[in-house]
C-alpha cells in the first residue's frame, strides 16, 4: 500500500465511450502524475501537475483529458479511444516536483479499448 | 535528451543465487540514477537511486547497484535472490535535480525458479 489507489484497476470500453480514471492520494503530496505503461516499453510520461496546475503535457492526444481539482485528486478523461491506448495507466504522486522527491506509484487501470 | 537501455528482457534465476540486472544510460553531464520494481498487479516501488557521492548505493529489500561513470552504466545487484524477487525491474535517468522527468528502459522480467 503506496498510499496511491486508483479506480477502476481493470476498464474495457469500446471506441465510441467516455470514461474516465481516477487517482487518489493520502500521502499530502503536491505533485502527481500520469504514465501511460505499454507492454515491453518504457513508461511514457503523459501529464504533470503541480499545485494542481498542468506543468506538463507530452504531447498527449487530445482524446486524453486531465483533470485535478485539489491536490490529493487527479483524472483521466477518456473519449474516443484507439485500440493502441490499450495499456497500464499509472498514476504518481511526489511531495514536490524534482527528482529528489519519490514517487510513489498506485496500482495503476488496465485499460483495454475494444 | 537521455535515454536508458536495459539490454536484459528476461532472467531467470536461481533462488539464493546471485542477480546482477544491467542498464545503460545516455546523457552528457552526471544523471540522476533510479532502479524501480513492479511486482504484478502493483505499481512501481522506488529500490535505490543515485545523485552523486559514493558510486556504490545501497537500496531496499537487500538490493545494491554500482555507478559507473566509464561504463554509463548503473548496475542493480543482489547477493542471493528470495522467490519474492520475481517481478519487473526498472532502470530509469533523469536529468536535472529540478525536474520531475525521467527516461525509463522497457524493463527486465525477473523469473525466480525454486
Known amino acids: 500500500e503506496t498510499g496511491v489507489t486508483q479506480t477502476p484497476r481493470h476498464l474495457v470500453m469500446g471506441m465510441t465511450n467516455k470514461k474516465s480514471l481516477k487517482c487518489e492520494q493520502h500521502?499530502?503530496?503536491?505533485?502527481m502524475y500520469w504514465y501511460k505503461q505499454s507492454a515491453k516499453k518504457p513508461l511514457e510520461l503523459m501529464f504533470v501537475?503541480?499545485?494542481?496546475?498542468?506543468?506538463e503535457n507530452n504531447s498527449v492526444p487530445s482524446r486524453f483529458s486531465p483533470e485535478c481539482p485539489n491536490s490529493s485528486h487527479l483524472f483521466l478523461h477518456l473519449h474516443t479511444l484507439q485500440p493502441e491506448d490499450s495499456a497500464l495507466y499509472l498514476c504518481a504522486s511526489s511531495q514536490d516536483r524534482g527528482l529528489w522527491n519519490e514517487q510513489f506509484f498506485g496500482p495503476g487501470t488496465r485499460l483495454t479499448v475494444l | 535528451a537521455q535515454s536508458v537501455t536495459q539490454p536484459d528482457i528476461h532472467i531467470t534465476v536461481s533462488e539464493g543465487a546471485s542477480l546482477e540486472l544491467r542498464c545503460n544510460y545516455s546523457?552528457?553531464?552526471?544523471?540522476?540514477l533510479f532502479w524501480y520494481v513492479q511486482s504484478p498487479g502493483q505499481g512501481l516501488q522506488l529500490l535505490l537511486k543515485?545523485?552523486?557521492?559514493?558510486?556504490l548505493v545501497q537500496g531496499i529489500k537487500g538490493f545494491e547497484a554500482e555507478f559507473k561513470r566509464s561504463q554509463s552504466s548503473f548496475n542493480l545487484r543482489k547477493p542471493s535472490v528470495h522467490w519474492s524477487d520475481a517481478a519487473e525491474y526498472f532502470c530509469?535517468?533523469?536529468?536535472?535535480?529540478?525536474?520531475?522527468?525521467?527516461?525509463f528502459g522497457a524493463g527486465t522480467t525477473v523469473t525466480v525458479r525454486a
Open positions: 530509469a535517468v533523469g536529468a536535472q535535480a529540478n525536474d520531475y522527468k525521467l527516461s
Open positions: 546523457y552528457g553531464a552526471t544523471p540522476y
Open positions: 543515485y545523485f552523486s557521492g559514493d558510486t
Open positions: 500521502l499530502g503530496h503536491n505533485a
Open positions: 501537475y503541480s499545485l494542481e496546475e498542468r506543468v
